[in-house]
């Protein structure tokens, strides 16, 4: 099973400790170029130079985003800005957020070196596929560093909360850092090296599988550079770090992704509600605004999957409540060779019986047709405009689906899953092959 284990982890010192909400960052894949801009301003030291520096006009093979981490992170190891723990830890990670419909959320992970395995075959699954341009990126700033910046976020199953009770032990204790960051949400991270803390750990993941929830792409990049490094002496290469978390912590959520499409001609969209009549009962909302949580209680009353849609079918917005007690039979025909997991997922009956069978838009090739936003708010918006002609609503996928999907070794849909939170960066980073300057 996961061969789980502590690590001397790369830390801001602790002169700098104080400053942490000035430091930190979320992950590099949702940064925009206007929050780079922003945390390069917040402080001279904030990690963004490291993890997603800026591109410049002049930039060449001798002077790039990438080599000026590299000598970056070297000026602030000689600096003492960062230094390397002294001993082996843990790190518990815990973040005290609101989801988006504002209700408060407290979500409790591990750090720890997990040992690499090729994804899918033995104890690590994946749940979406990996494409080539974040792994080049990310491999580029790896081989330039030594360093990973950001974990991979994954998830493991605790049926008797085992490891839920040792983490509130833990928690009670006063933290190494407690700080509210740039968006207002409490960020405390503890090191954990006693060693016999460190024990308990490693044999409780001993007997678990993880799943990834967020980071396949840094996991695929740290398989690179392992087997790019196979002559080098670089030992830690075969590990990466990851925050593992309980498929039951109370704060770990899962988000829906929405579907706007256009340049859908006129006929198909005539024809649109007598098909959805077929399947669906349609239910027109007074309230539009409250479409997330009308979908959710007509959701949990029918027992059944219920889509959101705005536009398409009229002015407004719609609950397409689905007429049928077996949602995975419906897809069964052109989806032979997948699992009633897979075919029961709200977003496979959106994209395969709505868009591909009734709109004749696919997901994954027709890119100029389709966008995709988490925020009700501006998907509605989009359709006002008449930027877009429709958005679509699936339910998120629950997480006992999505971990019944991977361990069939699929993958979900694109875009159908955002996890909350977003693990922060900064805290604690990864040394896979750093020639630290002596302490003075």
Same mark, same amino acid.
């Given at each position: ?250 704060? +770990? ?6 579907? *706007?499409?256009?340049?859908?001609? !006129?006929?198909?969209?005539? @024809?649109? =509600? &007598? ?46 409540? +689905? ?6 039979? *419906?897809?069964?025909?052109?989806? !032979?060779?997948?699992?009633? @997991?897979? =075919? &029961? ?96």
């Amino acid at each position: 099973m996961a061969n789980v284990v502590p690590f001397q982890g790369l830390r801001y010192s602790s002169k700098l400790s104080s400053h942490m909400a000035e430091l930190v960052t979320p992950p590099y894949d949702i940064i925009s170029e206007r929050d780079q801009n922003r945390f390069y301003r917040t402080h001279p030291q904030n990690i963004i130079r490291l993890e997603y520096g800026r591109i410049n006009p002049a930039d060449s093979d001798a002077d790039n985003r990438y080599t000026r981490a590299g000598q970056t992170l070297h000026t602030w190891l000689e600096q003492d800005v960062l230094r390397v723990d002294d001993m082996p830890a843990f790190y518990v990670l815990q973040t005290e957020f609101a989801d988006p419909l504002g209700v408060p959320r407290l979500f409790t992970g591990v750090l720890g070196r997990v040992k690499l395995e090729p994804l899918g075959e033995g104890s690590i699954l994946p749940h979406e596929r990996t494409f080539s341009g974040p792994k080049a990126d990310r491999l580029n700033l790896l081989e330039s560093t030594g360093v990973s910046f950001s974990p991979v976020f994954s998830l493991y199953q605790d049926p008797q909360a085992v490891g839920a009770a040792w983490l509130k032990k833990i928690t009670r204790r006063k933290p190494w850092v407690n700080f509210k960051d740039w968006s207002g949400t409490r960020q405390a991270l503890w090191v954990v090296n006693q060693p016999d803390e460190v024990k308990f750990l490693r044999n409780f993941f001993r007997a678990k599988k993880l799943m990834i929830a967020d980071g396949h792409h840094r996991y695929s990049t740290a398989l690179n550079y392992r087997d790019r490094n196979r002559t080098a002496a670089t030992p830690d290469a075969d590990y990466v770090m990851m925050c593992l978390a309980d498929t039951a912590d109370p704060g +770990l959520t899962v988000l829906p992704v929405y579907r *706007l499409v256009r340049n859908v001609p !006129p006929a198909q969209w005539r @024809a649109l =509600r &007598g098909a959805l009549e077929t399947f669906f009962d349609i239910e027109k909302l007074a309230n539009p605004p409250q479409l997330t949580l009308k979908r959710q209680a007509a959701e949990a009353q029918t027992g059944r999957p219920v889509l959101g849609c705005v536009g398409g079918i009229g002015d407004g917005a719609y609950l397409l409540k +689905l007429k049928h007690a077996h949602p995975h039979e *419906l897809t069964a025909k052109e989806l !032979p060779g997948t699992s009633e @997991a897979y =075919r &029961g997922l709200d977003v496979v009956i959106l994209d395969r019986l709505i868009l591909k069978g009734m709109l004749k838009v696919i997901i994954g090739e027709d890119a100029e047709r389709v966008r995709y936003t988490k925020d009700p708010k501006e998907a509605a918006a989009l359709v006002a405009k008449g930027e877009m002609q429709a958005a679509f609503l699936p339910g998120p996928p629950k997480l006992q689906q999505i971990w019944n999907v991977a361990k069939n070794k699929e993958t979900m849909p694109q875009k159908s899953t955002y996890f909350l939170p977003k693990l922060i960066t900064g805290l604690v980073m990864n040394p896979i092959r750093l020639a630290q300057p002596a302490r003075k």
